[in-house]
C-alpha cells in the first residue's frame, strides 16, 4: 500500500466496526478498546461485518487522514482466531490483507500422540 506516510505502527481492530462511524467515532474506539493513542501517528485498520470494506485512519500531525476500501466480489481474509480486540501488523501482512492473503497464516497443530 502507498500512503503519504511512513506509520509508526500498523493496528489492525479485530472486531467489526458499524461503518457509519467516521473519523471520530473510529478514535473513540481506538482510544477506549484499542487503548491506544489515535494521534501517536500508527494506521489503524477496521473491517465491517460483511468484511468487503475496510477503513484505515491515521493522524498525519496536521489532522486525521481516512482511507477507505470497497471489495466489488471478494472478502477481505479476516482474523476471527485471534483473542486480543487488536493485533499489530507489519507491513508485508497489511499488503498481504489488502491483497486477500491471510495476514495470520495457518496456526500450529500440537498433537499428544498419533493415534
Known amino acids: 500500500m502507498k ?3 511512513q506509520p ?3 493496528y489492525l481492530h479485530r472486531q467489526f466496526v458499524d461503518f457509519r462511524k467516521s473519523i ?5 474506539i481506538i482510544e477506549s478498546e484499542m487503548n ?3 494521534m501517536s501517528g500508527a494506521l489503524f485498520i477496521f473491517c465491517n461485518k ?16 481516512l482511507w477507505y476500501k470497497r471489495l466489488e466480489k471478494d472478502k477481505f481474509k479476516w482474523p476471527s482466531r485471534i483473542d486480543e480486540a487488536c ?3 507489519n507491513e508485508q501482512q497489511l499488503s498481504w490483507l489488502l491483497e486477500g492473503y ?4 495457518h496456526q500450529a497443530v500440537n498433537y499428544q500422540n498419533i493415534m
Open 3 to 5: 500512503m503519504f506516510v
Open 8 to 10: 509508526s505502527r500498523i
Open 36 to 38: 491506544l493513542p489515535a
Open 24 to 28: 471520530n467515532g473510529l478514535s473513540v
Open 87 to 89: 493485533l499489530e501488523l
Open 50 to 65: 460483511a468484511k468487503d470494506k475496510l477503513k484505515i485512519l491515521y493522524w498525519d500531525k496536521t489532522g486525521f487522514a
Open 102 to 105: 491471510d495476514v495470520i497464516g
